[in-house]
């Protein structure tokens, strides 16, 4: 599932993050992330069941921790790739004493982001 680049503009959910942060398959799968890789690359990396880590990384994405991308390979076999899309949370108390929730997202290069609008192309398609 590819998240779409638009859908997060009142920010992501509070609860979902902590879920996943919570979660320490989630906590060693993004530890693995130094670059983006496939879920079967990322099942070997961080020692987790390929069945249990394609449930986190719908975990993860779904709490916009991941970016899902699309690798294209010139057999026309494409593959999700993932790569983190965070750099730091910060949860904290509003002046209503309301828990907020606020994510510093890592800078997309041109071409990462040229492969963000391509994955949504193909979703469509």
């Not at 590819?2 to 503009?9: G, I, N, Q, Y």
């Not at 993050?17 to 398959?25: G, N």
């Not at 983190?84 to 890592?106: K, M, P």
Request: charged residues 35%.
């Amino acid at each position: 599932m590819v998240r779409d680049p638009f859908a997060d503009e009142e920010g992501p959910n509070l609860q979902s993050i902590l879920d996943a942060l919570d979660d320490p398959k989630c906590r060693v799968i993004v530890r693995s992330l130094d670059e983006p890789m496939t879920a079967e690359e990322i099942a070997e990396a961080a020692d987790v069941p390929l069945s249990t880590t394609y449930r986190k990384l719908d975990l993860l994405t779904e709490a916009s921790l991941l970016r899902e991308g699309m690798e294209i390979r010139s057999d026309g076999q494409h593959a999700s790739q993932y790569a983190v899309d965070f750099e730091e949370v910060v949860v904290r108390l509003s002046e209503e004493r309301e828990f907020e929730v606020g994510v510093s997202r890592v800078a997309r290069t041109a071409d990462e982001r040229l492969q963000d609008l391509w994955s949504e192309v193909r979703k469509e398609t």
